[in-house]
């Protein structure tokens, strides 16, 4: 007999591409557990309303752009399941790989949060683990055709000079997808609130270690993700990048 669990989602949203985040949505609601998936729109304008017409979403307009972990923190008093995704809307998977993602969490005790493998839609592999950064590394990641001369360093970071079909612990999961036992995720009171966006992610990592939990990778249960690298092209997000990198060094130095 099936062990009963619950599992909620939330998205949160900023003028995407309604394409892609249909397909997140359904990836989610088929899930035979999912009880609820909160849409959380930061967007200028009410362009989603009324778009998502199914009992287990629930869209929530905040009225200004809250930025990512804020976003995601905005139904953290709601939550009662057992699980809860960190999901972008730009991710799409199938709903066996994803109970097959429950019950490694349900057998480990000590983990807190766990990342899939993560692969673009062409099916190559897409980076999602990395060791904790040091300042260099984040920098060598935006010296563009230079980074060529540091890429031992970088595949070092990435895990890619291990077996990466073996690892387990890792130091951190890209928030892309990042699925929480919920009373971790509310135990961490979620997102650190200073972050708009960026480094967010490796941060909240950081947290599940402060408290005592692991971070888990799944090698045998891929997802497929878009990734855009927005702050790449925007000059808005990149500075935004680089005020979350400040906030995050100045916090754990």
Same mark, same amino acid.
């Given at each position: 007999?099936?062990?009963?669990?619950?599992?909620?989602?939330?998205?949160?949203?900023?003028?995407?591409?309604?394409?892609k985040?249909?397909?997140?949505?359904?990836?989610?609601?088929?899930?035979?557990?999912?009880?609820? &998936?909160?849409?959380?729109?930061? %967007?200028?304008?009410?362009?989603f309303? $009324?778009? #998502?017409?199914h009992? /287990?979403? !629930?869209?929530?307009?905040?009225?200004?752009?809250?930025?990512?972990?804020?976003?995601?923190?905005?139904?953290?008093?709601?939550?009662?399941?057992?699980?809860?995704?960190?999901?972008?809307?730009?991710?799409?998977?199938?709903?066996?790989?994803?109970?097959?993602?429950?019950?490694?969490?349900?057998?480990?005790?000590?983990?807190?949060?766990?990342g899939?493998?993560?692969?673009?839609?062409?099916?190559?592999?897409?980076?999602?683990?990395?060791?904790?950064?040091?300042?260099?590394?984040?920098?060598?990641?935006?010296?563009?055709?230079?980074?060529?001369?540091?890429?031992k360093?970088?595949?070092?970071e990435?895990?890619?000079? &291990?077996?990466?079909?073996?690892? %387990?612990?890792?130091?951190?999961?890209? $928030?892309? #997808?990042?699925?929480? /036992?919920? !009373?971790?995720?509310?135990?961490?009171?979620?997102?650190?609130?200073r972050?708009?966006?960026?480094?967010?992610?490796?941060?909240?990592?950081?947290?599940?270690?402060?408290?005592g939990?692991?971070?888990?990778?799944?090698?045998?249960?891929?997802?497929?993700?878009?990734?855009?690298?927005?702050?790449?092209?925007?000059?808005?997000?990149?500075?935004?990048?680089?005020?979350?990198?400040?906030?995050?060094?100045?916090?754990?130095?």
């Amino acid at each position: 007999m099936k062990e009963k669990f619950s599992v909620s989602a939330t998205i949160v949203l900023y003028n995407n591409n309604l394409e892609k985040l249909n397909k997140a949505i359904e990836s989610f609601l088929n899930v035979e557990n999912a009880s609820v &998936l909160y849409l959380v729109d930061n %967007s200028p304008t009410k362009i989603f309303e $009324g778009k #998502f017409n199914h009992p /287990k979403i !629930n869209y929530i307009y905040t009225g200004k752009n809250l930025g990512f972990g804020n976003g995601h923190n905005y139904i953290l008093n709601q939550l009662t399941s057992d699980f809860h995704l960190i999901l972008n809307p730009d991710v799409y998977f199938d709903a066996f790989v994803f109970e097959k993602m429950i019950q490694k969490l349900q057998k480990n005790e000590k983990v807190g949060v766990l990342g899939p493998k993560v692969l673009y839609p062409n099916g190559d592999l897409q980076p999602s683990i990395r060791k904790f950064p040091t300042v260099f590394d984040l920098i060598i990641r935006r010296t563009g055709p230079f980074k060529r001369f540091f890429q031992k360093r970088i595949e070092k970071e990435e895990y890619l000079d &291990l077996d990466i079909n073996k690892i %387990s612990q890792v130091d951190y999961v890209l $928030g892309c #997808f990042q699925l929480f /036992k919920t !009373n971790v995720f509310k135990e961490l009171k979620g997102f650190d609130p200073r972050y708009f966006m960026y480094l967010e992610d490796i941060d909240i990592c950081k947290e599940v270690y402060k408290h005592g939990y692991t971070v888990m990778f799944s090698p045998d249960t891929p997802i497929y993700h878009y990734y855009e690298r927005a702050s790449s092209k925007n000059l808005s997000l990149f500075l935004a990048h680089i005020k979350s990198a400040f906030q995050y060094f100045c916090k754990w130095k």
